[in-house]
T-cell receptor, first 113, second 112 residues
Framework: SQTIHQWPATLVQPVGSPLSLECTVE??????LYWYRQAAGRGLQLLFY??????ISSEVPQNLSASRPQDRQFILSSKKLLLSDSGFYLC????????????FGSGTRLTVV | DAKTTQPNSMESNEEEPVHLPCNHS???????IHWYRQLPSQGPEYVIH???SNVNNRMASLAIAEDRKSSTLILHRATLRDAAVYYC?????????????FGTGTLLAVQP
C-alpha cells in the first residue's frame, strides 16, 4: 500500500534561519507531488507541484523553493525564514492524471520566532 | 477556473443525516466534483468524487444535480468524528496534472 511520510511534525525556527522539510512517498512510482501551506485560521494554499524528477511548478511567489531530487522525494526549502512563513505545511501525492484523488501527509507545523 | 460556493458553517446532531451543499454553476462538462474533509490539526482526507452519476462509498454519498451546477455530500449518520471542514473542489488542470485549489469549505459541527 502507498504511504506518505513528512517530517518533522513540529518545528520552531528563528527568523533568518534556513528551512528544509522533507516528504517521501512509498509504494508508488512517478507520483505527482504537492506542497501546501495553511496559515493559522486560513485555508490551504498550493505552493508547489511536481510531475517528475527536477520538474517543479510554483503557484505563488514567495520566500520558499521546492526540489525533487528523487522520484518519491519532495523537499521544501528556504534560505532565510520570515515570520510570515509560519504555518502548517502539508505534502500530498496523486497518481498521474488518473483521478484517484490526493493523499496528504500528516503535516509539519512550523513556527518562526 | 470553475469555482464552488459552500456555506461557511453547518450544525448537525449526532446520529442524524447531514446534507452539505455545494454550488458550481460554471462547471464544465469534464470537471469532476471532489470532496475532501479536514479534521482539526490534520491534513485533508479524500471523501468522494463524481462526474455525473450519484456515487456512494463507505464514508458518504454524493448526489449530483442533473444540470451538474450543484452537488450535495451526504453523511448518512453523523458522528462526533465527522466534525471537520468539508471542501467541495473542482480540480484545475495545470498543464500536466490536475491541481486541487481549496476554498474556505464548510465547517461542520456535530452536537451529541
Amino acid at each position: 500500500s502507498q504511504t506518505i511520510h513528512q517530517w518533522p511534525a513540529t518545528l520552531v525556527q528563528p527568523v533568518g534561519s534556513p528551512l528544509s522539510l522533507e516528504c517521501t512517498v512509498e509504494g508508488t512510482s512517478n507520483p505527482n507531488l504537492y506542497w501546501y501551506r495553511q496559515a493559522a485560521g486560513r485555508g490551504l494554499q498550493l505552493l508547489f507541484y511536481s510531475i517528475g524528477i527536477g520538474q517543479i511548478s510554483s503557484e505563488v511567489p514567495q520566500n520558499l523553493s521546492a526540489s525533487r531530487p528523487q522520484d518519491r522525494q519532495f523537499i521544501l526549502s528556504s534560505k532565510k525564514l520570515l515570520l510570515s512563513d509560519s504555518g502548517f505545511y502539508l505534502c500530498a501525492w496523486s497518481v498521474g492524471r488518473l483521478w484517484t484523488g490526493y493523499t496528504f501527509g500528516s503535516g509539519t507545523r512550523l513556527t518562526v520566532v | 477556473d470553475a469555482k464552488t460556493t459552500q456555506p461557511n458553517s453547518m450544525e448537525s446532531n449526532e446520529e442524524e443525516p447531514v446534507h452539505l451543499p455545494c454550488n458550481h454553476s460554471t462547471i464544465s462538462g469534464t470537471d469532476y466534483i471532489h470532496w475532501y474533509r479536514q479534521l482539526p490539526s490534520q491534513g485533508p482526507e479524500y471523501v468522494i468524487h463524481g462526474l455525473t452519476s450519484n456515487v456512494n462509498n463507505r464514508m458518504a454519498s454524493l448526489a449530483i444535480a442533473e444540470d451538474r451546477k450543484s452537488s450535495t455530500l451526504i453523511l448518512h449518520r453523523a458522528t462526533l468524528r465527522d466534525a471537520a471542514v468539508y471542501y467541495c473542489i473542482l480540480p484545475t488542470y495545470g498543464g500536466a496534472t490536475n491541481k486541487l485549489i481549496f476554498g474556505t469549505g464548510t465547517l461542520l459541527a456535530v452536537q451529541p
